[in-house]
């Protein structure tokens, strides 16, 4: 990456511009990357990126959208637990981008998001053009899903918004944050030398631990439970926590659930990660619920929504609930992903990582150092099966089964997955092995996400794949454009059943809810006639593909080709056909 895009003819020199200090900031606070579809509103911080920074720490990624730019720093941040800056062109880019900031903010991912209006001084501004793309508050489109926000008015307060930027988006809990640069005063000369900071003495804080007595409340409520049970959510990527999430497991010999919804928190195949990762409550999950003395969320998400679909009246659950979590801290009233208010009966206001940190020397003097877990305990899970019908169709889960079966000893990141993916026949051994869901629901995000992760894990030495539907991957299919242009390798498996399926399933309960012909459901849901061809939607973008691919036999050597694609430093796209499959969401509202 770093021999594309250079620049010719360069000179060193301090800063002469005030766009020239927002560019010197975004690399003294460590951005390596930054996304971005150009716009006039910022072309003197493009510039300053290209001409007085060399397009070298950060080097821009050029995307064909907006909303893009945004997913792929949000993937980025996924995989690497650091944030990426992206900008967006004056209040039309932002709200191009709006969608992939809300999805950031849900999944509580870190983003410098930089902004741009004006000229805010009205005789600065061209006719028409300069004051459509004007905004007095342009922060308000955003304010109730982004951290924090700023519109620095000099060059001196350029360097305070971003240093506080970087500083506020990296501190648990993290979430994006906007500065909005001004394109007036992007384009002024400096009259002298603005001071730039040792960005070292801004740094984030560590997440917080709790109070002394707190955690030995727990630690006494663990160690005495009859039947614990762990709920592991939103926790970091070191693989220094996930050693120790396990070693707190097998402390007190507690059952661990994890959610498809985040990324991989604990071993799947370990004896103490009792079920698959869920969406839904299954009947096992209910029992362990029901009959466990001692709940303990680590950053549950929704944990009055899980508890719920238990028991309806969540205040009503015996069990004692011990919630730790940052989260609190972000709520506001525009969003509801506050989620419905759980019964705690001991709320711990700390980092979950940091609380089992924590926690767990207590637990082991407590313990006398003794695990409860017995290692025995478990047995090797079967290999993973095909369909009855794999040599003529492609079921939805065979997916799942040739992914798991072609990853063998190999590193994969699975960074996208759709709905109807098989929990259970995959499993996630480290901190990278899934990223989770895209947050906020919105379609269109698993192209750049993907793109995102690439970028963060080009040098790991790891694969990184998504299966991602073709509803969400034609909203996001020029994310691979950029994906080819800068050499960022990745397998996009599009699970192609032609539909936006997830809605035919609730256009049918509708339908029966209201005494109506279900069979009309596909209509205003069906992508096909024409049907999308995905392979040359990739190809004119310069990504090698194939498809569609009908059987399990010719999907398995597509991912044999698609991986060997990716090795040697290049994006691969399949086109992989699959029936419409019920994948059981929850459908009925309030019930």
């Not at 969608?99 to 983003?111: E, Q, T, Y």
């Not at 049907?531 to 040359?536: L, P, R, S």
Request: aromatic share 6%; proline share 8%.
């Amino acid at each position: 990456m770093r021999a594309s895009e250079r620049p010719l003819n360069l000179e060193q020199s301090p800063p002469a511009w005030a766009s020239d200090v927002a560019a010197a900031m975004l690399r003294a606070t460590g951005f390596k990357y930054v996304a971005l579809n150009p716009g006039a509103s910022y072309r003197g911080f493009h510039d300053s990126l290209v001409n007085f920074l060399g397009n070298r720490d950060p080097q821009m990624l050029l995307c064909l959208h907006e909303d893009h730019a945004v997913s792929i720093a949000h993937g980025y941040a996924k995989a690497s637990d650091e944030p990426m800056a992206c900008v967006l062109h004056s209040n039309v880019g932002l709200m191009h981008g709006l969608m992939g900031i809300f999805n950031a903010w849900c999944d509580r991912m870190p983003i410098l998001v930089i902004g741009a209006t004006g000229p805010v001084e009205s005789e600065k501004r061209r006719p028409w053009i300069d004051w459509i793309h004007t905004a007095k508050d342009q922060g308000a489109l955003l304010r109730d899903f982004t951290k924090w926000d700023d519109e620095p008015r000099s060059a001196e307060a350029i360097v305070e918004g971003i240093l506080r930027g970087a500083q506020v988006t990296r501190t648990e809990p993290r979430a994006p944050v906007y500065v909005c640069l001004d394109a007036g005063l992007q384009e002024q000369s400096l009259a002298k030398q603005v001071p730039m900071p040792d960005p070292a003495r801004y740094g984030p804080a560590p997440a917080p631990c709790a109070a002394e007595d707190t955690a030995e409340k727990v630690a006494s409520l663990l160690a005495s439970a009859r039947q614990p049970l762990i709920l592991m959510g939103r926790v970091s990527r070191s693989p220094r926590d996930w050693e120790r999430r396990v070693h707190f497991a097998e402390l007190l010999g507690a059952p661990v659930l994890t959610s498809v919804r985040e990324r991989s928190a604990f071993p799947t195949d370990h004896p103490l990660h009792v079920v698959p990762p869920f969406y839904w409550v299954s009947p096992a999950i209910k029992d362990l619920v029901q009959n466990a003395d001692v709940i303990l969320s680590l950053d549950w998400v929704d944990l009055n929504g899980t508890l719920q679909q238990v028991m309806r009246s969540t205040s009503e659950i015996a069990s004692k609930i011990v919630h730790v979590s940052l989260d609190s801290i972000l709520h506001k009233g525009w969003s509801m992903d506050h989620f419905g208010l759980p019964p705690v009966d001991v709320p711990v206001l700390a980092g979950a990582d940091s609380f089992v940190h924590q926690v767990i020397p207590i637990l082991e003097r407590t313990l006398h150092g003794k695990s409860r877990w017995n290692a025995k305990e478990g047995a090797p899970s079967a290999s993973p099966a095909y369909g009855e019908n794999a040599a003529s169709r492609i079921e939805p889960r065979d997916l799942t089964v040739a992914l798991a079966k072609a990853r063998g000893t190999q590193k994969f990141t699975i960074a996208n997955v759709p709905r109807n993916w098989a929990t259970g026949a995959y499993h996630f051994r480290d901190p990278l092995d899934f990223l989770g869901h895209n947050g906020g629901g919105g379609l269109g995000a698993g192209p750049g996400v993907t793109v995102g992760a690439a970028l963060a894990l080009k040098d790991s030495g790891r694969a990184v794949v998504s299966v991602i539907g073709d509803g969400d991957f034609l909203q996001g299919a020029t994310a691979l454009w950029t994906a080819s242009h800068y050499r960022l390798p990745a397998l996009f498996i599009v699970s192609n059943n032609r539909s936006n399926f997830n809605d035919e399933i609730h256009q049918q309960t509708i339908a029966k809810t209201r005494g109506r012909p279900v069979e009309n459901r596909w209509i205003g849901q069906r992508i096909d006639d024409p049907a999308v061809d995905f392979t040359e939607l990739a190809r004119a973008q310069g990504v090698e593909g194939e498809g569609p691919v009908k059987t399990v036999p010719e999907l398995e050597r597509a991912i044999e080709r698609g991986l060997a694609a990716i090795r040697s430093g290049k994006p691969y796209l399949i086109d992989a056909f699959v029936p419409p499959v019920e994948s059981s969401p929850q459908l009925p509202r309030g019930g």
